[in-house]
């Protein structure tokens, strides 16, 4: 039976999806946090080990930035076009999103291992952390083409409202990730690499299991050959609209780049490793952000292609009072309890003292995060993808990435500057992109109601 968002309750359509989609977001954050916790406790160079992952993590983000760019393009055009009722259109969408990560998954895999060396001591890696960065990046990257498939496919199994077998897609490769792990790590003595394997044969479960549902007999659009053929046209709205979610990541990794190479400078390897925990925990509390937004865009973009502005006003409203309560309990729960989170991760004394006041200061404000997912995720449900590429630009690279630069060279600040940049990018950024959707969304959803009630 065809999933229509356009009847029945808008909350309860959002929260059918949520509910699996934000426990989805939250088992996928599971590869990495398993990683880390694992390398964390090794027996031997456990800090440097997990330092050394953090300076791939910018590499790692890259790659999640192609799979964003063609899986958040196409789902929400996918969405609009089920919503208007072209079905066909919808398939070809979907068929040439997958070209397009088959393609550029290959791509990155042959830049990544040419360019590694150079990047890693680009992102501030030094001669005693970059054996283990490489060790994790090389493997990491002969497999991102299937990490490419399960983050960018997925999406389109959630535009169909099956957000349970969404959810499964994660579940079987975070569950194979925590059963291997132990396994490669400490059982045949790999350490980084182990981390790196455990997580590529998971992505490689995912990705077979996502091509075989939507080939098969229970999805409501199908992945067919004959959908593969590129057509120019459709590129480009695929990537126009899904430059927004690219952007946010790309621009992620650059302050993630520049983050760990001011850190370097100003206190060495020790505060790469207290952002590498810190970005962690950003992650695990950032996941049912992701989850609310993410299911709601299905919605949002169905009920826009079928004209049904009051339902896209309803939803727009729950999502958005959803993620600030959350985040406002997020923030107070990590302020409270910094140590905790550290220690998940690493119990070297040193780490643990100079990551509390970082942490703290990163997380203050943390609720104004939740505005920039709600604007730009409405943006990108409706197709508005100028107004979402230039949200995903003006926070991380015209507000953090200068004032990561900018701030540790005042009043004595150093370190301390450096996590200040982002609770100041939270306040502007997020106000900004949440108060211009307001204005240009809401008038022309009024107007478009008032225009169908005319007709």
């Known amino acids: 039976m065809e999933t229509d968002f356009s009847k029945g309750s808008v909350i309860g359509s959002i929260l059918k999806l949520a509910v699996p989609m934000t426990l989805a977001q939250l088992i996928n954050?599971?590869?990495n946090v398993v990683d880390r916790m694992y390398i964390g406790r090794m027996p031997e160079n456990a800090t440097l080990s997990l330092t050394g992952l953090g300076l791939a993590l910018p590499?790692?983000?890259?790659?999640?930035?192609?799979?964003?760019?063609?899986?958040?393009?196409?789902?929400?055009?996918?969405?609009?076009?089920?919503?208007?009722?072209?079905?066909?259109?919808?398939?070809?969408?979907?068929?040439?999103?997958?070209?397009?990560?088959?393609?550029?998954g290959i791509l990155l895999t042959?830049?990544?291992?040419?360019?590694?060396?150079?990047?890693?001591?680009?992102?501030?890696?030094?001669?005693?952390?970059?054996?283990?960065?490489?060790?994790?990046?090389?493997?990491?990257?002969?497999?991102?083409?299937?990490?490419?498939?399960?983050?960018?496919?997925n999406s389109f199994i959630n535009a169909q409202g099956f957000g349970k077998i969404g959810m499964l897609t994660v579940a079987i490769g975070a569950v194979a990730n925590i059963i291997l792990d132990p396994i490669f790590i400490f059982g045949f003595n790999m350490g980084v690499q182990g981390a790196a394997l455990a997580t590529v044969i998971s992505q490689i479960l995912s990705a077979i299991w996502i091509i075989k549902f939507l080939t098969g007999k229970k999805a409501l659009l199908k992945l067919k050959v004959t959908c593969f053929k590129l057509k120019k046209e459709r590129v480009k709205k695929i990537v126009g609209l899904g430059l927004s979610g690219f952007i946010m990541a790309i621009t992620n990794g650059a302050v993630q780049i520049v983050c760990n190479a001011s850190l370097q400078f100003y206190g060495g390897d020790l505060y790469v490793g207290v952002m590498t925990i810190i970005n962690t925990v950003r992650e695990l509390v950032t996941m049912p952000v992701l989850g609310v937004t993410n299911s709601a865009q299905p919605v949002i973009g169905y009920n826009y292609g079928a004209?049904?502005?009051?339902?896209?006003?309803?939803?727009?409203?729950?999502?958005?009072?959803?993620?600030?309560?959350?985040?406002?309990?997020?923030?107070?729960?990590?302020?409270?309890?910094?140590?905790?989170?550290?220690?998940?991760?690493?119990?070297?004394?040193?780490?643990?003292?100079?990551?509390?006041?970082?942490?703290?200061?990163?997380?203050?404000?943390?609720?104004?995060?939740?505005?920039?997912?709600?604007?730009?995720?409405?943006?990108?449900?409706?197709?508005?993808?100028?107004?979402?590429i230039f949200f995903s630009l003006f926070r991380k690279t015209i507000i953090v990435i200068p004032l990561t630069l900018i701030l540790p060279r005042l009043f004595g600040l150093n370190i301390a500057g450096v996590f200040m940049a982002e609770p100041?990018?939270?306040?502007?950024?997020?106000?900004?992109?949440?108060?211009?959707?307001?204005?240009?969304?809401?008038?022309?959803?009024?107007?478009?109601?008032?225009?169908?009630?005319?007709?």
Not at 330 to 337: L, P
Not at 424 to 444: D, H, K, V
Request: net charge neutral; aromatic share 16%.
């Open 110 to 153: 042959l830049l990544g291992l040419l360019f590694k060396k150079p990047l890693l001591f680009l992102f501030g890696a030094s001669e005693s952390t970059f054996p283990y960065a490489n060790d994790y990046i090389t493997i990491y990257l002969l497999g991102s083409l299937f990490v490419m498939i399960g983050l960018g496919m």
């Open 424 to 455: 100041i990018s939270n306040f502007i950024g997020g106000a900004a992109c949440f108060i211009t959707m307001l204005m240009l969304i809401w008038p022309e959803l009024n107007q478009n109601k008032t225009l169908q009630q005319n007709i």
């Open 59 to 104: 590499i790692i983000t890259i790659v999640i930035a192609f799979a964003n760019l063609f899986g958040m393009g196409g789902a929400p055009l996918f969405s609009i076009a089920r919503g208007a009722g072209d079905d066909e259109e919808a398939e070809h969408i979907m068929g040439n999103a997958f070209v397009l990560l088959i393609s550029f």
């Open 307 to 388: 004209k049904a502005y009051s339902r896209v006003k309803t939803a727009i409203k729950f999502m958005s009072g959803a993620c600030i309560l959350y985040t406002l309990v997020a923030w107070a729960v990590v302020h409270g309890f910094p140590a905790f989170f550290i220690q998940i991760f690493n119990h070297d004394e040193a780490i643990i003292q100079a990551g509390i006041p970082a942490m703290k200061i990163y997380f203050f404000g943390f609720f104004m995060m939740a505005l920039q997912f709600a604007g730009q995720s409405v943006f990108v449900g409706l197709g508005k993808s100028k107004q979402a």
């Open 29 to 31: 954050v599971l590869y």
